[in-house]
């Protein structure tokens, strides 16, 4: 299957919001979409899940406000920054659907390996004197 990119119909649904800007949600997603794949390309068939987080976000808190005070008014900005980004969970998740990133475990026995032992060998005996401090 091809990944298909959410509808701005979608993101309104995944926000909660009865009515949503067409277009602007149009735009954050198709953005969304190429920040994903600066991570992985294609994208997975289940991307759409991160790409409507990461519009989502953009969407409802273009300015990255992480603090407001209303009354007597405070609101704190992260510096020179605002819009999409991709947290370091968006990309672990996008790697992990594309089957990327986790633990493995590299064999590096050849395939014509004998499984018979090479050492020690119980057919040779020592049949000569041991050097002092030996036994």
């Given at each position: 299957?091809?990944?298909?990119?959410?509808?701005?119909?979608?993101?309104?649904?995944?926000?909660?919001?009865?009515?949503i800007?067409?277009?602007?949600?149009?735009?954050?997603?198709?953005?969304?979409?190429?920040?994903?794949?600066?991570?992985?390309?294609?994208?997975?068939?289940?991307?759409?899940?991160?790409?409507?987080?990461?519009?989502?976000?953009?969407?409802?808190?273009?300015?990255?406000?992480?603090?407001?005070?209303?009354?007597?008014?405070?609101?704190?900005?992260p510096?020179?920054?605002?819009?999409?980004?991709?947290?370091?969970?968006?990309?672990?998740?996008?790697?992990?659907?594309?089957?990327?990133?986790?633990?493995?475990?590299?064999?590096?026995?050849?395939?014509?390996?004998?499984?018979?032992?090479?050492?020690?060998?119980?057919?040779?005996?020592?049949?000569?004197?041991?050097?002092?401090?030996?036994?």
């Open positions: 299957m091809v990944f298909v990119a959410p509808t701005a119909e979608q993101l309104g649904m995944y926000l909660g919001l009865p009515e800007d067409g277009d602007r949600a149009d735009l954050l997603i198709q953005q969304a979409v190429a920040l994903a794949q600066s991570v992985v390309r294609p994208l997975p068939d289940d991307a759409s899940a991160v790409v409507l987080s990461v519009a989502g976000r953009a969407y409802v808190n273009p300015q990255q406000v992480s603090y407001e005070t209303i009354g007597p008014m405070s609101v704190q900005r510096s020179g920054s605002g819009g999409l980004y991709l947290t370091k969970a968006d990309k672990a998740a996008l790697k992990s659907l594309a089957g990327r990133g986790g633990a493995f475990t590299v064999d590096p026995t050849p395939a014509t390996a004998d499984p018979s032992p090479t050492w020690p060998l119980d057919d040779l005996a020592w049949d000569g004197d041991y050097e002092p401090g030996w036994s």
